[in-house]
Nanobody, 114 residues
Framework: QVQLVESGGGLVQPGGSLRLSCEASKTIYGIDAMGWYRQAPGKERELVAGIWGKARKYSESVEGRFTISGDSARNTMYLQMNNLTPEDTAVYYC?????????WGQGTQVTVSS
């Protein structure tokens, strides 16, 4: 069983940056896809950024501001978030699809406020 542990959330002022990390509990083989999702109060969970093989995709609302990346040596993926706005406030979740099974992190709160 793989566990994903997120870190890096917090309170940041508008225009600031944060980097979220998602570390797997063990070395993983056979990753089909991985991504970052977020859920704001009263809203459905949405895909923010994803990696499928060599392809990366971003939601329109974060395109050009967020960057998803992975470090296989550290079993970790990241979400670099720049130029944050209050609309980015949400709980952020990482997800890995490993041999067609979904694994989720516990979520980390990101609050953008002055």
């Amino acid at each position: 069983q793989v566990q994903l542990v997120e870190s890096g959330g917090g309170l940041v002022q508008p225009g600031g940056s944060l980097r979220l990390s998602c570390e797997a509990s063990k070395t993983i083989y056979g990753i089909d896809a991985m991504g970052w999702y977020r859920q704001a109060p009263g809203k459905e969970r949405e895909l923010v950024a994803g990696i499928w093989g060599k392809a990366r995709k971003y939601s329109e609302s974060v395109e050009g501001r967020f960057t998803i990346s992975g470090d296989s040596a550290r079993n970790t993926m990241y979400l670099q978030m720049n130029n944050l706005t209050p609309e980015d406030t949400a709980v952020y979740y990482c997800k890995m699809v490993i041999r067609r099974t979904d694994y989720w992190g516990q979520g980390t709160q990101v609050t953008v406020s002055s």
